[in-house]
């Protein structure tokens, strides 16, 4: 399609074939005072070289993870980037190649889903994956879907409050519409508590979200927390930081039923936000309510390997009434350097990421706590991520730090009341000692001086 403005007689004849005699008479039905009575506002043309300037002076306005010391986390995680990842992932035939609709023609594509499926079916534990979703928030969602389809069940879906508060938002708004009441379990201590979230199971629970290593960082007693759901006979939905499964137990060991994840953190740049990789698995009894696509291997008419769409339960594909979602997009490129990357670091690298991740925090954690003004909020077993209290305002401080030229973390008051004095900070394996070091240091000035 060319895009290309219409011309006076291209208008004159869309009016015409309507019935109308202006453009004015097209648009009556808005009411006047929304009407843009004048030229819009855009600035006289630039040539290329003054558009390149004005361009490159915006994007130094801003202060990214290149700019300044990351210590951001909730979800989006400054993790080392293998080289190789760009390299191989901007291939051309990778680069550009789009949804597999043809998957006859799209061997490869097929080939580097199936490849993927494979890599987090075996990180998670689980027996099948899907090609991915859009985010770990719309993959928590579609979750959700899949379980109350799977148990029949209709009455609530539990979401403690140490789950993503992003995450626990977008579920709801999902189910706003759907007869599932949205329970949230509080969780004071920065962990689930088992009494509270016993009390909120009834039998007609459909599933129960447990984020592990939580919202906090904190870790979660999988174990108890998984036997408890199912003896309500309610399913167990694992949302989990893929990096910590080079430490921690996989979630098909402890009875995790469906796994949602966010992907962001494996081979793929913060880039302000996304595009991110919802990564879902589950066990095989739910395979047919998994939601978007599945590539299979098979072997063609004359023996040779070969990979087919073989899942596709959306409403383009089979009957409307038997569609478990109508998502339709993955995220192919963002699920190719994921699969890189793992490929990549091996087994025993993502532990080497995830074991220095974790010493390092522990380490930030001491000196953040030894400064006056901060404390930390929630002693316990965490992963990469801790919340500190802060005697002074915590935006005022971390503006201060920032200037210092750290992203000292994320205040989070505006998620949870309760710990409007929070700063949840995240550690990766790429920060040094030095680095938190000066993080301790620009905090205890920023702290005096407020």
């Not at 909020?377 to 500190?388: D, I, L, M, N, S």
């Not at 201060?400 to 700063?423: F, K, T």
Request: with cysteine; aromatic share 6%; net charge negative.
């Amino acid at each position: 399609m060319a895009y290309i403005a219409n011309t006076p007689d291209d208008i004159r004849h869309m009016l015409a074939a309507i019935g109308i005699d202006s453009l004015d008479q097209l648009f009556d039905v808005v009411p006047a005072d929304l009407r843009l009575n004048r030229p819009l506002a855009v600035p006289p043309a630039l040539t290329e070289l003054e558009l390149t300037t004005h361009v490159g002076g915006l994007l130094n306005r801003n202060e990214g993870a290149d700019r300044r010391v990351c210590f951001l986390g909730g979800g989006a995680y400054d993790h080392f980037i293998p080289a190789v990842v760009d390299n191989l992932a901007s291939r051309g035939e990778f680069y550009t190649a789009y949804t597999p609709y043809q998957a006859e023609a799209s061997q490869g594509t097929l080939q580097a889903t199936f490849e993927y499926q494979t890599l987090v079916a075996q990180l998670t534990g689980m027996d099948v994956s899907n090609a991915s979703l859009y985010d770990g928030g719309s993959a928590v969602s579609e979750a959700i879907l899949m379980a109350i389809t799977s148990t029949r069940r209709f009455g609530r879906v539990i979401i403690p409050e140490t789950v993503h508060p992003e995450h626990r938002q977008i579920a709801s708004t999902m189910l706003a519409h759907l007869e599932p009441e949205v329970v949230t379990v509080p969780a004071p201590k920065g962990v689930i508590d088992p009494k509270a979230l016993a009390e909120a199971l009834t039998d007609d629970t459909a599933a129960v979200v447990v984020q592990h290593p939580n919202f906090f960082g904190r870790l979660e007693d999988m174990e108890a927390l998984a036997a408890a759901v199912h003896a309500r006979g309610a399913i167990v939905i694992a949302s989990v930081d893929p990096i910590s499964l080079g430490l921690l137990k996989r979630p098909g060991d402890y009875g995790a039923d469906i796994v949602v994840a966010e992907g962001q953190g494996l081979g793929n740049p913060l880039t302000f936000g996304g595009p991110y990789l919802g990564i879902m698995a589950c066990r095989e009894a739910y395979l047919r309510k998994l939601p978007g696509r599945i590539v299979g291997q098979t072997t063609d008419r004359d023996g040779k390997r070969c990979w087919v769409l073989t899942l596709q339960t959306r409403e383009q594909h089979i009957r409307r009434e038997k569609a478990t979602s109508n998502i339709c997009t993955n995220q192919g490129l963002l699920a190719l350097r994921s699969s890189i990357y793992l490929a990549a670091m091996g087994p025993g690298g993502l532990r080497q990421a995830a074991e220095l991740s974790t010493r390092k925090a522990h380490y930030a954690a001491e000196r953040l706590a030894a400064v006056p003004g901060l404390s930390l909020a929630f002693p316990g077993p965490f992963f990469k991520e801790f919340v500190v209290r802060s005697s002074k305002d915590p935006a005022k401080v971390l503006a201060a730090v920032g200037e210092a030229g750290y992203h000292g973390g994320i205040a989070l008051g505006r998620w949870y009341p309760s710990l409007a004095d929070g700063i949840l900070v995240a550690v990766t394996e790429k920060r040094t000692r030095e680095e938190i070091d000066g993080l301790a240091a620009a905090y205890e000035k920023a702290l005096k001086a407020s």
